[in-house]
Each structure stands twice: as structure tokens, then as C-alpha cells.
């Protein structure tokens, strides 16, 4: 079961799309953070159950905070949302441990689908 | 359209192809988008053109002098082909994008400067990827991109090479310009992409 939600992305507004997407019903603890270094310190300091994470963000991007977030817990969720929709960059990330990768702007039954799919491997 | 000015770089049919990757990518960015604000976006037929790229802010200017002073969302990407994305908008779009997302953002008074220019940026950040992302497909390459960056109110007569990007201003190169004009439909927001590569890159 997802209870805490660490979600780092750069844009607040971009934050703000994400939270509204989220399940309705569903009470998460939601974390935030502006950039991937951020990010890598939040998740360090409250595990959370699964990270929304944004590739193309000051300081340090999405790829090496989830290279960094891995080295931290090799079983970390992380799914990953992005406007590169590159399919080698969905492959990278995904290569790198991404539940899986959605792009922006997300949707509500998109983000719906990648939980579902991260809960399904918590549960393992 | 117009693919007389291709060059060496692009055949015709190269730049039709061109053209249509760019109508697939902003269409499908574009319903994206408006899944979220719940709005439609019209569509230009995109341009491709190449020229020095010295020409290149004077041609800016040119499109969107009509509006006095614009805010720019530009985004660098490098790979096999390099260059920069440049999204301008009229200034007064910012309250009209914020707008978009009403309904996800509650605006205070104070917040509201901040939201208006978040809001430009991820706008950009979502066209811009999404159009560039193809054309890497397209040329089977893969690019990384900086964060955008916001230049706000600019005055299309100030609008310079060193304004956006210097490295672009070399007079002796040549550099493509893909050029689409979109307009969110009952906001009266219309809003120009310009993709600019490096000629060295794109052969």
C-alpha cells in the first residue's frame, strides 16, 4: 500500500498538476522537492513508498538522481515523468529502475496506471 | 510552407517529412496538454526554412513584432544535432496561461508573478520537449535538455543574438528554422515555436 508520496519536480506548477492527479480517496503523505539533489536528500530522509521524479531539472537532473536514489535503495519506485518523450530516453530510464515513465503533462488515469503498477511490485 | 531555402542540408522531401514529424509532435503534445487544462489548440502548418544564422533573430523579430514585447521560454538540447528551442509568447500571456490552471492552483495576489512565469516555463518545457523529442527520433538521435529558461518582456526591438543565445549568432554558419505559430482556442493566447539547429549538426 502507498502512503507516502515524494514527488520532485523543478516546476511548482508542474507539482501542482501532478498532486491533482493523484487517486482521489486516497490519503498520501506528499513530499516535494525542486530539483534532484533535493530530491535524493528528501528520499534519504523519509523512505518514501514511491518517488514521482522529472528528468530535466536544475542542479541535478532526473537520470543521476535516480542512478543516486538506486545506489540508496535498490528497490526504490520510481516513476518517472518527463516532456523528453524520447524512446531512448524511456529506454535509459527505464534500464536505470524506473517503474516506468509517463508523459507530461500527466493524466489522472496515467498516474493512476504507474501506482497501480508500483503497488503491484511493493507488494512483492 | 516553404522548402525553397533547404539547402544541402535537407532534400524537399526530407523537409515535407520534417514538417509532418513536427505536426504529429505538437498534435500529440498539444492533446496532452489540453487533457489537463481542458482547452483545444490550433495548429499552423509548420515552416522550415534554412538561412545564416545571423538572419535568425531578425527573422524572429519579424513574426512577432506585432506584439511589442514577448516572453520568450528558451531550451537548449544537444545530441547528433544540436541547437536551442525558443517559445515566445506576448507578455501579456502570462495571465492567460496562469489561467489555464485555474482550477489546479490557487493564486494569492502575491503569488501570482511567480505562478504567471511557472506557468510559461512548463508550457514551453511540455511543447518543446515533445517537438524536439521527434525530430531526434526522426534523425534516430538521442538529445539531452537543459532546464528552460524565461526570458520575460522582451522587447522585440531590443531582441538580440546575446539575448538568447550567443553561441547561435555565428554569421559564417547556416541553421534550420522550424517555425510553428499555435493559438489556444477562447483564450485568444497565440504563441510561436521556433526550432533552431546548427547546420553542422543536422548533416
Known amino acids: 500500500m502507498i502512503n507516502k508520496i515524494l514527488i520532485v ?43 514521482l521524479l522529472d528528468l530535466t531539472m536544475p542542479v541535478m537532473d532526473g537520470f543521476e538522481a535516480l542512478e543516486e536514489i538506486k545506489k540508496v535503495d535498490s528497490n526504490a519506485l520510481v516513476i518517472v515523468l518527463t516532456a523528453d518523450i524520447q524512446q531512448k530516453t524511456v529506454d535509459k530510464v527505464m534500464a536505470l529502475g524506473a517503474v516506468t515513465v509517463a508523459p507530461k503533462p500527466p493524466s489522472a488515469e496515467k498516474i493512476e496506471q504507474a501506482l497501480t503498477k508500483a503497488e503491484s511490485l511493493l507488494s512483492k | 510552407m516553404n522548402t525553397s531555402q533547404t539547402g544541402d542540408i535537407f532534400s524537399k522531401d526530407d523537409a515535407a517529412i520534417l514538417e509532418e514529424v513536427m505536426n504529429l509532435a505538437f498534435g500529440k503534445a498539444s492533446a496532452d496538454l489540453a487533457e489537463v487544462i481542458d482547452i483545444r489548440i490550433l495548429l499552423n502548418v ?27 521560454i528558451e531550451q537548449n538540447f544537444w545530441g547528433k544535432y544540436t541547437g536551442s528551442a525558443i517559445l515566445a509568447f506576448p507578455s501579456t500571456a502570462g495571465k492567460g496561461l496562469l489561467s489555464l490552471f485555474d482550477d489546479d492552483v490557487n493564486v494569492g495576489e502575491e503569488e501570482a508573478p511567480l505562478l504567471e512565469k511557472e506557468s510559461l516555463l512548463e508550457v514551453g518545457n511540455i511543447l518543446i520537449g515533445a517537438c524536439v523529442s521527434k525530430v531526434a527520433e526522426l534523425l534516430e538521435d538521442i538529445v539531452s ?44 493566447i497565440k504563441g510561436f515555436l521556433f526550432l533552431i539547429a546548427n547546420q553542422n549538426s543536422m548533416g
Open chain 1, 9 to 51: 519536480d523543478d516546476s511548482p506548477v508542474s507539482r501542482a498538476i501532478i498532486k491533482k492527479c493523484l487517486p482521489t480517496g486516497r490519503n498520501f503523505d506528499l513530499f516535494e522537492a525542486g530539483d534532484g539533489k533535493e530530491g535524493l536528500e528528501k528520499f534519504k530522509e523519509i523512505r518514501p513508498d514511491v518517488t
Open chain 2, 46 to 72: 509548420p515552416r522550415v526554412e534554412i538561412m545564416k544564422a545571423d538572419r535568425l533573430f531578425l527573422r524572429i523579430k519579424e513574426e512577432t513584432k506585432e506584439y511589442g514585447s514577448v516572453s520568450i
Open chain 2, 145 to 188: 535538455f537543459s532546464p528552460p529558461r524565461l526570458l520575460p518582456r522582451v522587447v522585440i526591438n531590443n531582441l538580440s543574438s546575446e539575448t538568447i543565445s550567443p553561441k547561435l549568432d555565428d554569421p559564417g554558419k547556416s541553421a534550420i528554422l522550424i517555425k510553428t505559430v499555435f493559438h489556444f482556442e477562447d483564450k485568444d
